[in-house]
């Protein structure tokens, strides 16, 4: 009794428990998206996040006690991407069932019914509010986050210093995961346990800070945007170090052409981008950061554009790596491919990441192309959003294009990171449906 009177004084007085539900869910994505795999007195299978969804649940359960209009967002893009979400959870059960597989397969894919449960909470949460300025303030604090760690795995590369205790709780002893705390052959980690992960979110914002710099010149966006672009330098991913910077400069000609201010936005961002862009250059090539210095991967990015070597040059991925699982999969599982998540059953062979392979070789047709058609049915929506001069097409094409480029040659969507970033971006698109909110 006690107790409940307390909670009520604390969490009910004034604005309610909404802002602390709100709280908590930033909090669980931020866990999700950039958190340690493993954390010390937690069992291997339970992770950070899970610990903050609990709390957000609990929270979700208390609000309803007060507040019972709970709408469902009603969209043709959330149709559609909750049949591709339940395609990702039926397949692989069918699978285990028919193949007699251990049920622990089933874990990763199920964990997609957590990314459900935020989606409809932040669509409840901001269903008459504005969700830009605290999806920005979350994706500031992602990329930021990551300085600390980029900072001491470029130290621990170059210097062999000790790691500091974030190093530590991130990547114990060393780490199992990606290299030795976070660091490989040059390339970097950040807190985001892979580099091809802090590309993604490196992607996002340099995306979201190139696209907003031609809405408004704000200092914060130049800065953003040169941040970005650092982090994805340090994590060496050649597809989305060549893909995204291209899309967004295709994105902002085009607007700058429609609103005829080609010239003068030019001129204005060549005289504060220069001076910055050359010091930043200069030491991301003197530390080695990304391996600019050493290695090849970034003239074969611009052999690419000179049409002298190809695709799968670049993204340093063979035919054979991504022919062969697909041929087994087919042959010696069934006709609709190995069912349960390929990239388990398939383990033997080298390691094939690009998500397009892992979907085809899983079920054929049936989980990529529901997949292929939330990616365009977001662009349709944004990209007419977009050039109507709304802002909220940037953040939905800010989410979108790095996935979009990430799958071609990562596991993208098999991990939590991916799967929280194209949830945003399908809730953005649900919120764009709702007339209450003035974005």
């Not at 307390?6 to 930033?26: A, C, D, M, N, S």
């Not at 920005?136 to 470029?154: A, C, D, G, N, S």
């Not at 204005?268 to 991301?284: H, N, Q, W």
């Not at 010696?332 to 392979?357: C, E, K, M, Q, R």
Request: charged share 10%.
């Amino acid at each position: 009794m006690v107790v409940n009177k307390l909670f009520e004084k604390v969490v009910y007085r004034k604005k309610g428990i909404e802002p602390f539900l709100r709280i908590t869910v930033w909090i669980t994505l931020f866990l999700i998206v950039t958190g340690p795999r493993s954390f010390p007195f937690l069992p291997g299978p339970v992770r950070l996040f899970d610990l903050a969804f609990v709390v957000t649940v609990f929270l979700f359960l208390a609000l309803l006690t007060k507040k019972t209009d709970f709408r469902l967002p009603v969209t043709p893009h959330t149709y559609l991407f909750l049949f591709y979400v339940g395609l990702v959870m039926i397949i692989p059960f069918l699978g285990v069932i028919y193949y007699q597989q251990y049920v622990a397969l089933l874990f990763g894919d199920l964990r997609w019914l957590q990314v459900l449960f935020l989606f409809f909470l932040l669509f409840f949460l901001y269903k008459e509010t504005n969700p830009l300025p605290s999806l920005e303030k979350f994706i500031w604090v992602i990329l930021l986050f990551q300085l600390p760690f980029v900072f001491f795995q470029v130290l621990l590369l170059l210097f062999g210093v000790s790691p500091p205790f974030y190093l530590e709780l991130w990547y114990p002893n060393g780490g199992s995961g990606y290299g030795y705390y976070g660091q490989h052959i040059g390339r970097f980690a950040g807190a985001m346990n892979t580099a091809s992960g802090l590309a993604l979110i490196s992607g996002v914002g340099l995306a979201l800070g190139g696209l907003l710099l031609f809405v408004n010149t704000q200092l914060k966006y130049i800065f953003l945007f040169i941040l970005s672009g650092l982090l994805m330098v340090a994590a060496g991913t050649r597809a989305m170090l060549l893909g995204v910077p291209v899309a967004v400069l295709i994105l902002v000609v085009l607007k700058l052409f429609q609103t005829l201010k080609f010239k003068k936005v030019l001129l204005k961002l060549s005289l504060l981008f220069l001076p910055i862009l050359s010091v930043t250059g200069f030491v991301i090539y003197y530390f080695n950061i990304g391996r600019v210095a050493t290695s090849d991967r970034y003239i074969q990015v611009l052999q690419f554009l000179y049409g002298n070597v190809t695709f799968f040059d670049v993204s340093g991925r063979a035919g054979d790596r991504w022919y062969l699982p697909i041929q087994e999969a087919f042959t010696n599982w069934s006709p609709f491919g190995t069912l349960i998540n390929s990239s388990h059953a398939l383990s033997h062979l080298p390691a094939f990441d690009s998500y397009f392979v892992i979907a085809i070789a899983q079920a054929g047709p049936f989980l990529i192309v529901p997949f292929l058609l939330v990616l365009f049915s977001l662009y349709w929506t944004s990209l007419q959003i977009y050039f109507k001069g709304n802002v909220i097409g940037i953040f939905i094409i800010s989410l979108t294009l790095p996935i979009s480029i990430s799958i071609i040659t990562q596991n993208t969507m098999t991990g939590m990171t991916g799967r929280v970033l194209l949830m945003l971006a399908v809730f953005l698109n649900a919120v764009c449906y709702n007339t209450k909110i003035k974005i």
